[in-house]
């Protein structure tokens, strides 16, 4: 098996007491809503995390709330890797007894340590807040709300950190699935820590989790996402914005793991989630979980129930897991990668000519006026089968051809998509 390590570039971590901003700045770095803001005090629950170039310098970019004593945990872990804390104040309100206890705190860690003063929107509150200190080597004043003083925040972190080359992700993969599917505890498995918290209550995972892996020479980012409900249950503010933020994952990443709790029979809401991925066309591969709590017969049975509640992912490849026993989890990584692999795959010409002169001999195809067949495109693989004018051909023959072309090429874990079109579209 290829050697498996979480990959660790310099780290800079963004911690504070709630509701001071801290995910809002964290959007803002990253340009894009990754961790949630509310106004609802310890909203954040995991420890975001993103990769982040400033100044030719890539590092790691960590969030977390002091809020949930469950999570403390994976801040004290998070405290011990990074190298450099961001302390995050509020300018407006000004110190506070919380905020003390946290700087007493950290004056045992190693790591380069810089107070931020957030919501300092204007030169008045500046002013105001000159006199913030807590003894730090540096201290920096910035607005999360209108983004300015950020640079210099960025400025300071890459002064104090190694520098690092770390690729761009070769794969992209997120966890997607109902609440307490187990989604977490694989997401944790993989990574042999605890970077998602698990709790036994549901939509403990509000924040999508980032975390990325190397092995077998690739860069590999792993996103665990909140568990989707139907939408009339999603009654507060809160979890509509997890539903919609595991949406969003979809559109950043290839493969799908599709999570489904392989103890109980699959419902409406897995049929739904499994429709959304055909519907985004990404690579998928199905992972029945607490494979620990079902026997030899009873996954022969929800095997045959997938066959009927899921036909959409009939191509997507199955593996029972178990987060306790260990089953299956080394073989998700390389479902992965194979799912990608067949998601770019770009046919040789010698393969298409070889698949056009079978289309031609076919008894389903061969009394078809053909013209020509292509490969349009990849991620997912896209094909043409072009007829000559006026032919108006069975809808079923470009589904028949996407059959024949998984059967002769595989393309493991990935949609196949084959367009029809007459000589007279195509001009």
């Given at each position: 098996?290829?050697t498996?390590?979480?990959l660790k570039?310099s780290?800079?971590?963004?911690?504070?007491?709630?509701?001071?901003g801290?995910s809002?700045?964290?959007n803002?770095?990253?340009?894009?809503?990754?961790?949630i803001?509310?106004?609802?005090?310890?909203?954040?629950r995991?420890?975001?995390?993103?990769l982040?170039?400033?100044q030719?310098?890539?590092?790691?970019?960590?969030?977390?709330?002091?809020a949930n004593?469950?999570s403390?945990?994976?801040l004290?872990?998070?405290?011990n890797?990074a190298?450099?804390i961001?302390?995050?104040?509020?300018?407006?309100?000004?110190?506070?007894?919380?905020?003390?206890e946290?700087?007493?705190?950290?004056?045992?860690?190693k790591?380069?340590?810089?107070?931020?003063?957030?919501?300092?929107d204007?030169?008045?509150?500046?002013l105001?807040?000159?006199g913030?200190?807590?003894g730090?080597?540096?201290?920096?004043?910035?607005?999360?709300?209108?983004?300015s003083?950020?640079?210099?925040?960025?400025?300071?972190?890459v002064?104090?950190?190694?520098?690092?080359?770390?690729?761009?992700?070769?794969?992209r993969?997120?966890f997607i699935?109902?609440?307490?599917v187990g989604?977490s505890?694989l997401?944790?498995?993989?990574?042999?820590?605890d970077?998602s918290l698990?709790?036994?209550t549901?939509?403990?995972?509000?924040?999508?989790?980032?975390?990325?892996?190397e092995?077998?020479?690739?860069?590999?980012?792993?996103i665990?996402?909140?568990?989707?409900?139907?939408?009339?249950?999603?009654?507060p503010?809160?979890e509509?914005?997890?539903?919609?933020q595991?949406?969003s994952?979809?559109?950043?990443v290839?493969?799908a793991?599709?999570?489904?709790?392989?103890?109980?029979p699959?419902?409406?809401?897995?049929?739904h989630i499994?429709?959304?991925i055909?519907?985004?066309r990404?690579?998928?591969?199905?992972l029945?979980t607490k494979?620990?709590l079902?026997?030899?017969e009873?996954r022969l049975?929800a095997?045959?129930?997938?066959?009927h509640?899921?036909?959409?992912?009939s191509?997507?490849?199955r593996?029972?897991?178990s987060a306790?026993?260990?089953e299956?989890v080394?073989k998700i990584?390389?479902l992965?990668?194979?799912?990608?692999?067949s998601?770019?795959?770009q046919?040789t010409?010698?393969?298409?000519d070889?698949f056009w002169?079978?289309l031609?001999r076919n008894?389903?195809t061969?009394r078809?006026?053909?013209?020509?067949?292509?490969?349009?495109?990849?991620?997912?693989p896209?094909?043409k089968?072009t007829?000559?004018q006026?032919?108006?051909?069975?809808?079923a023959?470009?589904?028949?051809?996407?059959?024949?072309?998984?059967k002769?090429f595989s393309?493991l874990?990935?949609?196949?998509?084959?367009?029809m079109e007459?000589?007279?579209q195509?001009?």
């Amino acid at each position: 098996m290829p050697t498996l390590k979480e990959l660790k570039p310099s780290s800079a971590l963004l911690v504070g007491r709630v509701n001071v901003g801290k995910s809002t700045i964290f959007n803002r770095l990253l340009n894009r809503y990754q961790a949630i803001t509310s106004a609802e005090a310890g909203t954040t629950r995991d420890l975001n995390r993103s990769l982040l170039t400033w100044q030719g310098k890539t590092f790691c970019r960590s969030g977390k709330d002091l809020a949930n004593q469950a999570s403390r945990h994976l801040l004290q872990r998070a405290l011990n890797e990074a190298a450099v804390i961001l302390h995050l104040v509020d300018g407006q309100t000004g110190l506070t007894p919380e905020d003390r206890e946290l700087a007493r705190q950290l004056r045992s860690i190693k790591a380069h340590r810089i107070l931020v003063v957030n919501k300092i929107d204007s030169q008045n509150k500046r002013l105001v807040a000159t006199g913030i200190s807590l003894g730090y080597p540096d201290t920096i004043m910035v607005s999360a709300k209108n983004g300015s003083g950020l640079g210099d925040l960025l400025d300071l972190v890459v002064a104090h950190i190694e520098s690092t080359n770390e690729p761009s992700p070769s794969l992209r993969a997120a966890f997607i699935g109902q609440t307490n599917v187990g989604k977490s505890s694989l997401f944790n498995a993989l990574l042999k820590t605890d970077r998602s918290l698990v709790l036994p209550t549901p939509h403990t995972t509000r924040d999508r989790v980032h975390d990325f892996l190397e092995t077998s020479g690739l860069t590999i980012e792993l996103i665990d996402t909140a568990g989707l409900r139907r939408q009339h249950n999603l009654a507060p503010t809160l979890e509509k914005q997890s539903a919609k933020q595991s949406l969003s994952a979809l559109q950043r990443v290839e493969v799908a793991f599709i999570t489904i709790d392989g103890s109980v029979p699959p419902s409406w809401q897995d049929q739904h989630i499994a429709q959304q991925i055909t519907e985004v066309r990404l690579a998928a591969v199905i992972l029945l979980t607490k494979a620990d709590l079902v026997n030899k017969e009873e996954r022969l049975s929800a095997e045959k129930r997938l066959d009927h509640w899921m036909p959409m992912l009939s191509w997507a490849p199955r593996l029972w897991v178990s987060a306790v026993s260990g089953e299956g989890v080394n073989k998700i990584l390389p479902l992965a990668q194979a799912a990608s692999a067949s998601w770019h795959q770009q046919l040789t010409k010698s393969e298409l000519d070889n698949f056009w002169a079978f289309l031609k001999r076919n008894r389903t195809t061969g009394r078809l006026p053909l013209a020509d067949f292509a490969q349009t495109s990849i991620s997912p693989p896209t094909f043409k089968l072009t007829l000559k004018q006026k032919t108006n051909p069975p809808l079923a023959i470009g589904d028949w051809a996407a059959s024949q072309l998984r059967k002769k090429f595989s393309f493991l874990g990935s949609p196949i998509i084959v367009r029809m079109e007459t000589t007279r579209q195509a001009k």
